[in-house]
């Protein structure tokens, strides 16, 4: 049984930084897409940043420059590095794996997700 386990949200003062893990068990990172979402109270779910079997990344244009996604597939582990973050990141984070179609917009193709963990920027 696959199963992803977020961690690493919080509550951090606007310009902080927080790291997002996500654990996968009965599953292996090394030959799938992966990615993180959110979703904000009242909003749709986004893409915020995925990467490819390759390494390579896709971030939103609202995040560019301030998060990184990385993974480490000996540890089956998925990250997000925030940093200088705003009110407006506040929001629920999810991890998602394996999707035929690799982009932040395909949230619908991703195949496992996490629970989520809680992110909330304050002034």
């Not at 990172?29 to 749709?44: D, E, L, N």
């Not at 390579?56 to 996604?69: C, E, H, L, N, P």
């Not at 506040?90 to 690799?102: N, W």
């Amino acid at each position: 049984q696959v199963q992803l386990v977020e961690s690493g949200g919080g509550s951090v003062e606007a310009g902080g930084s927080l790291r997002l893990s996500c654990v996968a068990s009965g599953y292996t990172y090394s030959s799938v897409c992966m990615g993180w979402f959110r979703q904000a109270p009242g909003q749709k779910r986004e893409g915020v940043a995925i990467i490819r079997t390759n390494g390579i990344t896709t971030y939103a244009d609202s995040v560019k420059g301030r998060f990184t996604i990385s993974k480490d597939s000996a540890q089956n582990t998925l990250y997000l590095q925030m940093n200088s973050l705003k009110l407006e990141d506040t929001a629920m984070y999810y991890c998602a794996a394996d999707s035929s179609l690799c982009g932040i917009g395909y949230d619908w193709a991703y195949k496992y997700w996490g629970q989520g963990t809680q992110v909330t920027v304050s002034s």
